[in-house]
Nanobody
Framework: VQLVESGGGLVQSGGSLRLSCAASGISFDDFHIGWFRQAPGKEGREGLAIITKSDGSTTYADSVEGRFTISSDTSKNTVFLEMNSLKYEDTAVYFC?????????????????????WGRGTQVTVSS
């Protein structure tokens, strides 16, 4: 079982990036897939966006709603995170994760319970 993130890089403030999470060994029918990030110097990972296993519905953290979009291509077993209007404070290592849930929101961030696997992350740097 493997999750591999790609698509990170350096972008100017206001720019866009599209991250990919390629999954192998798991089915999107069995797991919710979420995007998380860990900013430099911060403990813990912030839950940004989740796409559910049941019907592909999506939910977002307050700080990224309207700027980030999560989607999936089941034929490629890949989940994407389209990030627009990037800000300096979006600089972080971005991770995808597969989990069984539940999904809840705490202090505006998403929490995905019973995480089965994390990817290794991809660096996103937004210059001011």
């Amino acid at each position: 079982v493997q999750l591999v993130e790609s698509g990170g890089g350096l972008v100017q403030s206001g720019g866009s990036l599209r991250l990919s999470c390629a999954a192998s060994g798991i089915s999107f029918d069995d797991f919710h897939i979420g995007w998380f990030r860990q900013a430099p110097g911060k403990e813990g990972r912030e839950g940004l966006a989740i796409i559910t296993k049941s019907d592909g519905s999506t939910t977002y953290a307050d700080s990224v709603e309207g700027r980030f979009t999560i989607s999936s291509d089941t034929s490629k077993n890949t989940v994407f995170l389209e990030m627009n209007s990037l800000k300096y404070e979006d600089t972080a290592v971005y991770f995808c994760a597969a989990g069984r849930g539940p999904i809840r929101k705490a202090a505006g961030w998403l929490v995905l319970g019973d995480i089965y696997r994390w990817g290794r992350g991809t660096q996103v740097t937004v210059s001011s």
